[in-house]
């Protein structure tokens, strides 16, 4: 079950390996009406829009990558939270990676972000001054021992709960990425509203930062939708399976890479970058 999930998560790839890839050449959006083509994994989009780098109880790190483009639909949804975050008395969000402007797959960093509907935010607070925010290397705040697999109590706070919380508490939200060992705390402490667990899966890695995830625009019809989440609020056996020691591989072959769908091939050739 867990290798079936590779294609659906944001995920680092493979240590010291970096995958070239045309779409990072792409500097401005495509033009056109807003469509995210394909799945997460393997899609692009047009008409993607930046995101501003400053909102109302919002602020965009890591601007220096040109990550910061969407779906409008994603726009709006960041742009709603960071107004939320701050009527709830929490601090200016900080919204990490969105998508390339014309979408696609990273040369490093995430196997997903590639349609406009998916953005990381991170477990660290702001604000940050201009310069820091354009690249924060090495200010992320790892909210997991990696050691014990748990939540490390020093740093997490309520205001992260309620952050989570709060994104995930939105329609437009298909499921929300955290550290398995961040999904137990939030089980353990949810008390009995506990329906908004229910899109909050766990993944390896994301210990300072939660992936957002919207499903497909009504509209978008070549856009692919993951298959909803399971029933409950996934704080059972699936969820400490991932404690669980990892089984040997058997496969010695190499990760193919698919082919992106047709559209976002013709969108590479009209640019001149494929």
């Known amino acids: 079950m867990k290798l079936l999930k590779l294609v659906v998560a944001c995920i680092p790839f ?19 009406a807003a469509q995210s083509i394909g799945g997460y994994s393997n899609g692009c989009i047009i008409g993607a829009e930046p995101l501003a780098l400053k909102g109302d109880g919002y602020q965009v790190i890591r601007s220096s990558k040109n990550r910061y483009y969407g779906h409008p639909k994603l726009l709006r949804y960041l742009i709603n939270l960071g107004q939320r975050a701050k009527a709830s008395g929490l601090p200016p969000i900080l919204i990490g990676d969105m998508g390339m402007p014309a979408g696609g797959r990273f040369s490093s960093g995430h196997a997903s972000h590639q349609t406009g509907l998916d953005a990381d935010i991170w477990l660290k607070f ?24 748990v939540v490390d109590e020093r740093l997490w706070t309520a205001n992260h709960t309620q952050l989570i919380k709060l994104a995930a508490s939105d329609d437009n939200v298909d499921r929300i990425f955290v550290n398995p060992a961040i999904k137990v705390k939030l089980c353990n402490t949810a008390g009995n509203d506990r ?8 993944w390896f890695g994301h210990d300072s930062h939660f992936h957002v995830r919207l499903g497909c625009p009504a509209d978008a019809k070549q856009c692919e ?10 704080c059972g056996a699936e969820l400490y399976s991932w404690f669980e020691p ?14 992106p769908p047709k559209l976002c091939q013709m969108i590479l050739s009209s640019q001149g970058v494929n």
């Open 246 to 259: 990892a089984k040997p591989s058997t496969s010695s072959k190499s990760k193919v890479l698919p082919q």
């Open 126 to 149: 702001g604000p940050m001054d201009d310069k820091t925010a354009k690249n924060p290397a090495g200010l992320a705040t790892i909210m997991v021992d990696r050691t014990a697999k």
């Open 195 to 202: 329906g908004w667990l229910r899109k909050i899966r766990p």
């Open 14 to 32: 493979i240590s010291g390996i970096s995958l070239a890839t045309p779409w990072e050449k792409i500097k401005t959006p495509v033009a056109g």
């Open 225 to 234: 939708n993951q298959a909803p989440p399971p029933a409950g609020d996934g």
